[in-house]
């Protein structure tokens, strides 16, 4: 158990919908990452958070954004979903910058 | 342009042998490497890690070699083990407050 949190687990939802992903980083940790990873491809940076401001920005499409909460806690918005959204989705945290620690993922499932 | 690349999509290694994983990067700046391993329906877990001021790191069955001039990176696993199968994640970055960059990944399966 790293100690992330991510919810839900398992998302299915239809093309056009919007949806959010919750993640809660470990105690303490003021810097939240978010990652996707489609089938059969590595983990794609999205969006890196620190205290609550954008600190770095990966390949995020337009149609998702995120924010980082005063409680540390972040989402990860998708809107107008495509099938090519299907993927896991990763939060991790991290206390510096040596490591990170990942959640268990959220799967979304788009039809 | 993959700043960060794993060519070897899968390895398959006989219990008690010894697992090499290989890295190579472009970006000169990276400075910071880590390793990650991947269980299926699990996030990645921290392996090792190395910066660019060592050429070797060692934890316990994990050994992380950096050749800098040859930008590519290496994992020794001594002796592999059955639970070691998993795909294990390459990743780099350029500093302080810079996003990791991440290999594709390489499955390792070890056998019996």
């Known amino acids: 158990d790293s100690g992330v949190t991510q919810t839900p687990k398992h998302l299915i939802t239809a093309t056009g919908q919007r949806v959010t992903l919750r993640c809660s980083p470990r105690s303490g940790d003021l810097s939240v990452y978010w990652y996707q990873q489609s089938l059969d491809q590595g983990l794609q940076f999205l969006i890196q958070y620190y205290n609550g401001e954008e600190r770095a920005k990966g390949n995020i499409l337009e149609r998702f954004s995120a924010q980082q909460f005063p409680d540390l806690h972040s989402e990860l918005n998708l809107s107008s979903l495509e099938l090519g959204d299907s993927a896991l989705y990763f939060c991790?945290?991290?206390?510096?910058?040596?490591?990170?620690?990942f959640g268990p993922g959220t799967r979304l499932l788009v039809l | 342009d993959q700043q960060v690349k794993q060519n070897s999509p899968s390895l398959s290694v006989q219990e008690g042998r010894i697992s090499i994983l290989n890295c190579d990067y472009t970006n000169s700046m990276f400075d910071y490497f880590l390793w990650y391993k991947k269980y299926p329906a699990e996030g990645p877990t921290f392996l090792i890690s190395?910066?660019?001021?060592?050429d070797k790191n060692e934890d316990g069955r994990f050994t992380v070699f950096l050749n800098k001039s040859a930008k590519h990176l290496s994992l020794h696993i001594v002796p592999s083990q059955p639970g070691d199968s998993a795909v294990y994640f390459c990743?780099?970055?350029?500093?302080?407050?810079?996003?990791?960059?991440f290999g594709p990944g390489t499955r390792l399966s070890v056998l019996p």
């Open positions: 991790a945290s991290s206390p510096d910058v040596e490591t990170q620690y």
């Open positions: 190395i910066s660019s001021i060592k």
């Open positions: 990743a780099a970055s350029a500093g302080y407050g810079q996003n990791f960059v």
